[in-house]
Nanobody, 124 residues
Framework: VQLQASGGGLVQAGNSLTLSCAVSGATFLGMGWFRQASGKDRQFVAAINWSGSDTYYADSVEGRFSISRDNTKSMVYLQMNRLEPEDTAVYYC????????????????????WGQGTQVTVSS
């Protein structure tokens, strides 16, 4: 099982970036994105169910970020708009065999596998 996150980089505040997560070796009913800034705990960013009909976001990114998935390609995406310096972190994708809900999706204990992370740096 492998989750490969990519798409990170250095961007100026106000710009956009799209992260991708390639999944192989397993089928996850729920997928999530988390982030960890230097010296801080990992925090929930967004989650999505299998069909994509249900999505959940942290308050800090609601309205700016959008999570989506393409099950035909085994891919999950995080579209990040209006980026802020506070969004600077290593971003991780994670997969949950049993799916995610409004509250369970926010808990890293819900997820069974994690990707290696991709660095996003937003300059002011």
């Amino acid at each position: 099982v492998q989750l490969q996150a990519s798409g990170g980089g250095l961007v100026q505040a106000g710009n956009s970036l799209t992260l991708s997560c390639a999944v192989s070796g397993a089928t996850f009913l729920g997928m999530g994105w988390f982030r960890q800034a230097s010296g801080k705990d990992r925090q929930f960013v967004a989650a999505i169910n299998w069909s994509g009909s249900d999505t959940y976001y942290a308050d800090s990114v609601e309205g700016r970020f959008s999570i989506s998935r393409d099950n035909t390609k085994s891919m999950v995406y995080l579209q990040m708009n209006r980026l802020e310096p506070e969004d600077t972190a290593v971003y991780y994708c994670a997969g949950a065999f049993n799916g995610v809900g409004r509250y369970s999706g926010e808990s890293d204990g819900t997820y069974d596998y994690w990707g290696q992370g991709t660095q996003v740096t937003v300059s002011s």
